[in-house]
């Protein structure tokens, strides 16, 4: 049942100010992110609760970002809508970066150490490793396992865990590999556009300066208000 009670002006100038200070915060971690391998942009935006007072949400950007060529073999991209599938401390993890190195007990791991599950430890003396568009690893010609690239249903909220990294509390099944490719010796850039986020943040900072002198011309009238109507 919604409340009966309607937003103030003042209330709605407080829910602006929120609204304005997570825009700040997405775009800020937008542009702290614009050269992470793998990133996806988030986007703020306002609902009403209720029909009264507006919250603020966010939403991920899954859009791919430009793949470009690295000639790295430990290097992979993806292209469709997959995640690749990593084991971190706080459990199994979702995500798009590709810069992999070969660790001191020989696994493929993320650039943070987090093991790439599928793949089996590369053999020792192995000089040669090929990722085909499948996922599929060889060292030296050995078959070593397929790389874990998932995704989640259309409309599932991904909650971003720093960089490239994603959890969701939803199920997650295997990516169509029809659809989504694995291209070695290839990295895909973050989806943020630097120039449209600077500009953002631009906006931004006036819009959250206007709301604050609202506020100010608001506090100001109530006060006023209270002792003009406390005279006889």
Sequence with gaps: MGSSIRPTGLDNA?????????RQEVVANNLANVNTDGFKGERAFARLLDGNVPVVDAITDLSTGAISATGNPLDVALSGDGFFVVQTPKGERLTR????????????VDPNGNPMLGADAVPVGAKQILIDSQGRVRADGKDIGRL?????????????????QFS???????????????????????NVSSLESMVDMIAVQRAYGAVQKSIAS??????MAASELGKL
């Design 14 to 22: 407080t829910a602006a100010l929120r609204y304005w200070e997570r």
């Design 97 to 108: 970066g590709g810069t992999l190195s070969i660790d001191e007990d020989r696994r493929i």
């Design 148 to 164: 874990r690239i998932e995704t989640v249903a259309p409309g599932t909220r991904l909650q971003h865990e720093g960089g490239s």
């Design 168 to 190: 969701t509390t939803a199920g997650r099944i295997e990516a169509d590999m029809t659809k989504t490719k694995v291209r070695q010796g290839a990295l895909e850039g973050s």
């Design 218 to 223: 608001l506090d100001t009238v109530r006060g």
